[in-house]
Nanobody, 125 residues
Framework: QVQLVESGGGLVQAGGSLRLSCAAS????????MGWFRQAPGKEREFVAG????????TYADSVKGRFAISRDNAKNTVYLQMSSLKPEDAAVYYC??????????????????WGQGTQVTVSS
């Protein structure tokens, strides 16, 4: 059974950086688009970034463009989210998610069928 496990969250000061990782088990990672989402208390889960199967196409929410970078290493079955210039409004639980094999990048959570347990990111002002 495929599983996603996030790591790398924590407490950081505004302006600081964090790198999140999401390790996937199973054999379908390299054939799947991956995404990062976040959910703050009382808010809906929102798209942050997505990356195509071979890493050649990336998509970002406007709120993180120029500050966050998504990447993947298919040899390690891992997707990353490098977050820089963090703001208090970036604080949330961050989730990685996997689309069914063969499909492209999508921004709505319903388009993803496998989720990790989430990792908390806290940004102090």
């Amino acid at each position: 059974q495929v599983q996603l496990v996030e790591s790398g969250g924590g407490l950081v000061q505004a302006g600081g950086s964090l790198r999140l990782s999401c390790a996937a088990s199973g054999r379908t990672f390299s054939s799947s688009t991956m995404g990062w989402f976040r959910q703050a208390p009382g808010k809906e889960r929102e798209f942050v970034a997505g990356i195509s199967r071979n890493g050649g196409l990336t998509t970002y929410a406007d709120s993180v463009k120029g500050r966050f970078a998504i990447s993947r290493d298919n040899a390690k079955n891992t997707v990353y989210l490098q977050m820089s210039s963090l703001k208090p409004e970036d604080a949330a639980v961050y989730y990685c998610a996997k689309r069914p094999s063969g499909l492209g990048v999508a921004v709505h959570p319903r388009e993803y069928n496998l989720w990790g347990q989430g990792t908390q990111v806290t940004v102090s002002s």
